[in-house]
T-cell receptor, first 111, second 111 residues
Framework: NAGVTQTPKFRVLKTGQSMTLLCAQD?????MYWYRQDPGMGLRLIHYSVGEGTTAKGEVPDGYNVSRLKKQNFLLGLESAAPSQTSVYFC??????????FGPGTRLTVL | RKEVEQDPGPFNVPEGATVAFNCTYS??????FFWYRQDCRKEPKLLMS???SGNEDGRFTAQLNRASQYISLLIRDSKLSDSATYLCVVKSIQGAQKLVFGQGTRLTINP
């Protein structure tokens, strides 16, 4: 039982490049979330999903897109990366929201 | 005003000391409250839920004051391993099992 996994762990992009972050969970959770964490800002919700095939915007959705084609996977896309998107990205999942289980994070630098 | 606010610290205390953190939340209709712990360069993990009557888990005590809209965490007989960032978390009433995170309070226990 791996819990929540994220790939890649680290990435460096140039401004304007695109990439996809993959989150996978093996706990059969309905709800999945993408957060970004910046110094002094705490965790901020980017997008979330309440089930397979559904997605919704969070607090800071601009510049990101998501998809949840399979229940166990939640993808976060950056179509045209900007330096302001340099951050640590965490994926989380839950069945009941009382405990969110987080992945190990992806450290992204945009130059 | 942020929905959840914490003193970012850092708090530096000697081993064996008692340390307390407070957190305030702005939405009076919030129903569920938690403390998460985040070690350096790691993902957040649930430390404990916070109940209206207050609750204790070993050396950790959590309290909720609904009238004043604040949550507290008390750590007694602190250990070196308690060094971490403590995140105050409130469940959003806007549905979809969303959590709102405070920016975190950094704690360092000194030998």
């Amino acid at each position: 039982n791996a819990g929540v996994t994220q790939t890649p762990k680290f990435r460096v992009l140039k401004t304007g490049q695109s990439m996809t972050l993959l989150c996978a969970q093996d706990m059969n959770h309905e709800y999945m979330y993408w957060y970004r964490q910046d110094p002094g800002m705490g965790l901020r919700l980017i997008h979330y999903s309440v089930g397979e095939g559904t997605t919704a915007k969070g607090e800071v959705p601009d510049g990101y897109n998501v998809s949840r084609l399979k229940k166990q996977n939640f993808l976060l896309g950056l179509e045209s990366a900007a330096p302001s998107q340099t951050s640590v990205y965490f994926c989380a999942s839950t069945q009941d929201s009382y405990t969110q289980y987080f992945g190990p994070g992806t450290r992204l630098t945009v130059l | 005003r942020k929905e959840v606010e914490q003193d970012p610290g850092p708090f530096n205390v000697p081993e064996g000391a008692t340390v307390a953190f407070n957190c305030t939340y702005s939405n009076s209709a919030s129903q569920s409250f938690f403390w998460y712990r985040q070690d350096c360069r790691k993902e957040p993990k649930l430390l404990m839920s916070v109940y209206s009557s207050g609750n204790e888990d070993g050396r950790f005590t959590a309290q909720l004051n609904r009238a004043s809209q604040y949550i507290s965490l008390l750590i007694r007989d602190s250990k070196l391993s308690d060094s971490a960032t403590y995140l105050c978390v409130v469940k959003s009433i806007q549905g979809a099992q969303k959590l709102v995170f405070g920016q975190g309070t950094r704690l360092t226990i000194n030998p």
